[in-house]
């Protein structure tokens, strides 16, 4: 019987939940909210707050990432995919990264910002480094990656033939 009552009230309740969820086609801004917001590839912030935008909600604003949350760390690593074949392009082609709301140059200036030595990328970065342009970011960020784990894997491989230590926070390693 107490069953019964509480799926006639969930019933009877239910409306009144999904009404709130049908937005109100007279509903007002809220003060100060009445200008549309600008796009972030127009709205010419620096790149650390691009990071903190695009980047920070996944992979953490110190780059450490969450293995629970499937992201891996680029903190002290990510520079690692400069070192193999296809890994710039990865770098680029990585969906967080080729379907974010940056325009090409402010994509171009993350990555570079990125992967500097004294920043995310730290004692990860090869010898010599080519930072990339907003060309080749917008050539590389058409292509769609269409199997991420497996072309992860794959770099991932590459880089342990090398001899590069994989402290990605990802496979069984800190």
């Known amino acids: 019987m107490r069953a019964l009552i509480i799926a006639l009230a969930s019933a009877l309740l239910a409306p009144l939940a999904l009404a709130r969820a049908i937005p109100d086609p007279n509903q007002k801004h809220a003060p100060g909210n009445e200008a549309p917001q600008t796009p972030i590839a127009q709205a010419g912030y620096s790149t650390p707050v691009n990071y903190q935008l695009q980047c920070a909600g996944c992979h953490l604003g110190d780059g450490t ?45 993350l990555l570079n910002w990125l992967l500097r030595e004294d920043g995310m990328a730290g004692k990860s970065m090869p010898a010599h480094y080519q930072p990339y342009s907003a060309d080749e970011v917008a050539r590389l960020r058409k292509v769609s990656m269409l199997n991420l784990p497996d072309t992860r894997a794959h770099l991932i491989e590459q880089m342990r033939a090398l001899g590069i230590a994989i402290e990605d926070g990802m496979n069984g390693t800190p």
């Open 65 to 109: 990432g969450s293995k629970v949350n499937d992201t891996p760390k680029m903190k002290d690593f990510v520079g690692n995919f400069l070192k193999v074949e296809g890994g710039r392009e990865f770098l680029v082609r990585v969906p967080g990264m080729s379907q974010s709301a940056l325009n090409d140059a402010q994509l171009a200036d």
